[in-house]
């Protein structure tokens, strides 16, 4: 469930196949902006008590994290049962605009969507029957469904950040992001991020 809680975290960020050793990610739309800072990065649970999957520590350095470059992350996660497919993730992605918060829709798989199936995300992204990347073999964190229960911890570990190119609509400023897992209707996990994109 780390691998998966890094993931949609890490996603929210637009770095999901960087961060996992995948091709690197380039939005090719007119208007795209390159990607040069994320800053500010913070992160809180908003489950209730009762969800079973909580995000006990999460530290991402440097801040700000220049792009392309080299990210520091570390994070551990306790789930309390097995978790298996289908996962369904909701992200809800907020801009400041002054001192309101406007919700950005879902285009072309960024902003405030929904994914039916992490567990087929992850599968795309690393082929079943390959070993997961590291550093995750060498910590013993599985990168597929089901995810057992249990404690998982991924100490500080680097990972290279290749150019990332921004759609035109999302703009330098401040963001947050509310990402629900559930399977079956019940809530497994809440996390919301918060984080600034500087781009030119």
Not at 65 to 77: E, N, Q
Request: with cysteine.
């Amino acid at each position: 469930m780390l691998c998966a809680g890094l993931a949609l975290a890490l996603c929210a960020l637009q770095l999901v196949p960087a961060a996992l050793g995948g091709p690197q990610l380039l939005l090719e739309r007119s208007g795209a902006r390159r990607l040069r800072k994320v800053g500010g990065f913070a992160w809180e649970n908003c489950g209730d008590k009762r969800d079973p999957v909580v995000l006990q520590s999460l530290s991402v350095a440097p801040d700000p994290i220049s792009i392309p470059g080299s990210l520091r992350v570390s994070a551990a996660v306790k789930s309390g049962k097995t978790l298996g497919s289908p996962l369904k993730a909701v992200l809800v992605v907020e801009k400041a605009l002054g001192d309101l918060w406007i919700q950005l829709p879902c285009i072309d798989q960024l902003g405030s969507c929904t994914y039916d199936d992490v567990c087929s995300i992850l599968d795309a992204l690393i082929p079943p029957g390959t070993p997961c990347p590291e550093p995750l073999l060498t910590y013993g964190i599985p990168c597929h469904c089901p995810f057992k229960a249990g404690s998982y911890s991924l100490p500080a570990s680097d990972f290279d950040v290749p150019d990332v190119e921004l759609p035109s609509w999302m703009t330098n400023g401040n963001y947050r992001v509310r990402v629900v897992v559930s399977n079956g209707g019940e809530e497994l996990s809440c996390v919301k991020l918060a984080f600034s994109l500087h781009s030119h």
